[in-house]
């Protein structure tokens, strides 16, 4: 019912910014919690940020003070930017949204009902 597609991942050197945008289906985005997770190789998909239904934001440690989580509810999409990328942020980045009227902790997976196939950032040294 609900389809999320990804896009703006791609190859930038340390330091640098990507931005990252996930289109949204539906007809009740802007009531619905989202977030973006990301998983390395060989490692478990982690919370990066999310943002509430009322516009509320929360942040991983890793990446608070670089990374920016918004949503233009008009377009039904939600957005990531990120700056001063380091070498560790390199995952496939996944987007994420709650079901209506959903709850719990923003940073476990298993609050989320929908996924997005990812995309990849690479941030080279």
């Known amino acids: 019912q609900v389809q999320l597609v990804e896009s703006g991942g791609g190859l930038v050197q340390a330091g640098g910014s990507l931005s990252l945008s996930c289109a949204a289906s539906g007809r009740t985005f802007s009531s619905r919690a989202m977030a973006w997770f990301r998983q390395a190789p060989g490692k478990e998909r982690e919370f990066v940020a999310a943002?509430?239904?009322?516009?509320?934001?929360y942040y991983a440690d890793s990446v608070k003070g670089r990374f920016t989580i918004s949503r233009d509810n008009a377009v039904s999409t939600m957005y990531l930017q990120m700056n001063s990328l380091k070498p560790e942020d390199t995952a496939v980045y996944y987007c994420?949204?709650?079901?209506?009227?959903?709850?719990?902790?923003?940073?476990?997976?298993?609050?989320?009902?929908?996924w997005g196939q990812g995309t990849q950032v690479t941030v080279s040294s």
């Open positions: 994420a949204s709650r079901s209506l009227y959903s709850g719990g902790d923003y940073m476990e997976t298993y609050t989320y009902a929908y």
């Open positions: 943002i509430s239904g009322r516009d509320g934001t």
